[in-house]
């Protein structure tokens, strides 16, 4: 059965759980509509960058009137990760949706389904046949696929694939023959349609304002810098690859080198320059011209341990100019511009900014930034996230780019006001539209000290091979001016980290009764334990069992809208 749900910053709704086809040639009307009347009155065609044809289907989705405003994720995001990749996303009110894209970036027939923790665990277990996956996504938020749906345009949209346009011409013949029947029985339609019209439009109008609404809280919720690496182990990867880098390839010279991290792992591209070698042995792809070259290699890597630490108002800034004015390093820092939300007639309830801010950062050295200044003093900078690493051999600068996250003033005071007047900021600023959100950690307002609270992690698991960790250098030293990086203020830290219990190595198998009596093992520990007792077989499953958080999902559609 689909459902559709909404991502954070993305307009629009989105369908899971449809059924797919293979096709040799976008099929004609005709042909559509006898498929649907098999698998499915509504559905849409996607064609992927290899020329291959899929057909979606899925029965009327409860709750939404027309196809159209809706569209397939599944399609959206198939061509996000190299093939053949696999992922499970909680997509709330106990449900898990399952995607897998195989040969030619196409959907697999059942490799978009939603269901319960067991239903999705067993299609993963039956897929495990097919031969080794290079990506398999199972302890990441939704959110992280909202991104590349952003920079996507003209998705297609769900249509009823049944429609058919001989049915016009019988619709007209009736409609000449209720006029012939008399002014007054015409009358009584017409009445009968506007005012059907006007509920509709009513419903219509109500339906997106809160979906609205429910989008912009979902996306306010989710702090930006809880999905992103931290510091340490941005550096710890790139430096493993670079030192694996070669500075010359049969006359080809390294011209720039970039490691790029995100939430699913690292991408390295390097640029060549023609020095004496000749076009055939130019490594990666050549450029125009003969002279130059390019190559992209992207690694999957899943990152453990997440920071939710972020300082408050103007104190994000002061600590990250403390670090760069201590190793004399050269920063460019920009402030955002402030988007307070502006109320008109038509929009009287205004979407108030984010609780966060954002500084986008670009810092020059003349050494790795794991060299000169080393991962532990920007560590000591919460809340600071970076990027991407470039080197320019031309110019033998190393700049690192990333982003400073920062809460707001109005965010603490607010969390000041919403206490129990006990002085002490609580640890999690919850959204009007969910009842629990991702925690924050803030600094206590007067002398008691904030409730301890404690961080479930995980360990960094790469879905290939896994990085092979270099020892880091010893950092740079300071300035004999200034000895110490000081932080602009006291940011309490979690107070411990809960490890997470290894699940015992067993085969996926289908729930027994016992088991179902029991609540079922569950998609993620299956997909573990799965990891487990294939570790002889060189198989790697990217990801552990971390304590879910509240995804924007389901629960973010309005009565009315879809389930």
Excluded at 451 to 474: D, E, K, N, T, Y
Aim: proline letters at 8%; glycine letters at 10%; a negative charge.
């Amino acid at each position: 059965m689909a459902h559709v749900l909404t991502l954070p910053g993305v307009k629009g709704l989105f369908a899971v759980g449809m059924s797919w086809r293979h096709e040799e040639a976008v099929p004609k009307a005709k042909a559509l509509r006898e498929l649907a009347a098999d698998m499915g009155k509504w559905g849409t065609v996607y064609t992927a960058k290899g020329g291959g044809v899929q057909v979606g289907f899925c029965d009327p989705i409860d709750g939404l009137k027309s196809p159209g405003k809706a569209r397939s994720l599944a399609a959206a995001v198939a061509e996000e990760f190299a093939q053949p990749w696999r992922g499970i996303f909680e997509v709330g009110h106990g449900l898990y949706w399952y995607v897998a894209v195989r040969d030619g970036q196409e959907i697999l027939n059942d490799g978009d389904i939603v269901g319960t923790e067991d239903d999705v665990a067993r299609v993963w277990a039956e897929h495990d046949r097919l031969s080794e996956w290079k990506t398999e996504i199972t302890d990441k938020p939704l959110e992280i696929l909202a991104v590349a749906v952003q920079t996507k345009s003209n998705l297609a949209r769900l249509r009823d694939l049944s429609y058919d346009p001989t049915m016009l011409y019988i619709g007209a013949a009736g409609v000449v023959v209720l006029a012939l029947a008399g002014v007054g029985v015409w009358g009584y339609f017409h009445h009968k349609h506007q005012e059907e019209l006007m509920e509709q439009q009513s419903l219509a109008a109500r339906a997106a304002a809160l979906s609205a609404k429910a989008a912009a809280d979902a996306k306010a919720a989710m702090m930006p810098w809880l999905a992103l690496p931290l510091t340490h182990d941005v550096f710890s990867v790139c430096q493993a690859q670079w030192n694996q880098e070669a500075l010359s390839i049969k006359g080809w010279g390294l011209s720039t080198w970039t490691c790029s991290a995100d939430a699913v792992g690292i991408t390295i591209e390097t640029k060549w320059t023609r020095n004496g070698g000749v076009a055939n042995d130019a490594p990666g792809k050549l450029d125009d011209g003969g002279e130059s070259s390019s190559q992209d290699t992207v690694i999957a890597q899943t990152f453990g341990g997440l920071n939710q630490d972020a300082l408050t108002g103007e104190a994000a800034p002061r600590a990250m100019y403390t670090l760069v004015q201590t190793y004399g390093a050269k920063l460019q820092l920009t402030k955002q511009p402030e988007m307070a939300p502006k109320e008109t007639p038509d929009t009287p309830n205004a979407v108030p900014p984010p609780p966060w801010l954002a500084y986008p950062m670009t810092l020059d050295l003349y050494a790795p930034p794991w060299v000169e200044i080393g991962a532990a003093p920007f560590d000591q900078v919460t809340g600071l996230r970076v990027a991407s690493i470039e080197y320019d051999s031309n110019k033998r600068v190393w700049t690192t780019k990333g982003t400073l996250y920062g809460m707001r003033e109005a965010t603490t005071a607010l969390a000041v006001a919403a206490s129990d007047g006990s002085g002490v900021v609580p640890t999690a600023l919850a959204s009007p539209a969910s009842a629990a959100t991702t925690a924050v950690t803030s600094a206590p307002a007067a002398a008691p000290a904030a409730p301890a609270s404690s961080v479930v992690s995980g360990p960094v698991i790469g879905a290939s091979a896994p990085v092979a960790a270099a020892a880091r250098p010893a950092s740079g030293k300071p300035k004999p001016t200034d000895t110490t990086l000081t932080a602009a203020g006291p940011v309490p830290k979690p107070a411990s980290v809960v490890a997470l219990t290894p699940v015992a190595p067993v085969a996926p198998t289908s729930p027994t009764d016992s088991d179902k009596s029991q609540g079922g093992m569950g998609a993620l520990a299956l997909v573990q334990a799965h990891r487990n007792a294939t570790v002889a077989t060189g198989v790697t499953v990217v990801g552990s069992v971390p304590a879910r958080p509240v995804k924007p999902a389901l629960a973010t559609v309005p009565p009315g809208v879809g389930n």
